[in-house]
């Protein structure tokens, strides 16, 4: 039986996950060429064909299928015995910092994992607007930081770009009227200017129909119909759909999220970091 790298495993995951090699080389950051090399040697490994030719691209084949099943198992496994080793005897605290999009979705399975390895850590969780989360990692208060990018930072591990939406109620909107009703968060808000700058841009007539300080008020603003919003896909749930394309609204953004590791974060912390620059989606 011939060993197989983790590294190869978790370039072939990202073009499992990815879908092309490039993007695969994105999330591995290594160039094409190298990534392209890793799977002939992984092939060669498994004595198997993992990819085939599909028009200019290429897909899984049905042996690649499994691997990618056997390689997630695999590197979930390798992962937790990683932070279960350095985690069994550490202890202290951490403070995460995250915004709602992220505590709603990826974090608590994450977290949960961590805590599994790290079992005398205390976790101080965060929860809020990018701005303020910013301010507080900026002043020390925060070890680890997940929100919305300001602006390039040295302290970056990890850099999430997420396509804007516009989302409605699954039942339409409550009034038909030439302006569109907007529910936008209170600002300084990304999602709100871009929003705006979109509907200005196109010369499209809107009001700002309700206004909130927090993601759970504008979901409730969007799920009564009283106006679109503008989220990623995070932000989908049931009763909550993308705006029909009947409404003709412009093309947005993407939105970018990237993870911050203080500096003077200690191992657990850094531990942590590692764990959500890994698993979250690129």
Request: glycine share 6%; net charge neutral; proline share 6%.
């Amino acid at each position: 039986m011939n060993p197989i790298d983790p590294e190869l495993l978790r370039t072939f995951l990202a073009f499992a996950e990815g879908g092309s090699l490039a993007r695969a080389a994105m999330a591995v950051n290594r160039s094409p060429s190298a990534v392209t090399a890793q799977m002939q040697r992984l092939e060669a490994l498994i004595g198997e064909r993992l990819l085939a030719p599909a028009g200019r691209g290429r897909v899984l084949t049905p042996v690649g299928e499994e691997l990618a099943a056997h390689a997630r198992r695999i590197l979930d496994a390798h992962r937790d015995a990683w932070l279960s080793l350095r985690g069994a005897r550490a202890d202290g605290r951490i403070s995460l910092g995250s915004t709602q999009d992220f505590a709603d979705t990826m974090l608590p399975g994450l977290l949960r994992r961590f805590a599994r390895s790290h079992p005398r850590i205390r976790l101080d969780l965060r929860i809020g607007r990018s701005k303020e989360l910013t301010a507080a990692f900026d002043q020390g208060q925060i070890d680890i930081l997940l929100a919305m990018r300001q602006a390039a930072a040295d302290d970056e591990l990890l850099v999430l770009g997420e396509q804007m939406l516009w989302l409605c109620s699954d039942r339409g909107l409550a009034t038909d009227e030439e302006e569109l009703p907007l529910a936008v968060l209170d600002p300084p808000c990304g999602f709100r200017a871009a929003a705006i700058s979109a509907l200005e841009r196109t010369g499209r007539r809107f009001r700002i129909a309700a206004t909130s300080p927090s993601l759970s008020g504008l979901r409730a603003a969007v799920l009564s119909s009283i106006a679109v919003t503008t989220r990623t896909e995070r932000f989908l749930s049931t009763g909550i759909e993308r705006a029909p394309a009947h409404l003709g609204l412009p093309s947005l953004p993407p939105a970018e999220f990237s993870l911050r590791l203080h500096a003077r974060a200690d191992k657990p912390a850094a531990d942590l970091a590692a764990l959500l620059a890994d698993e979250l989606p690129r």
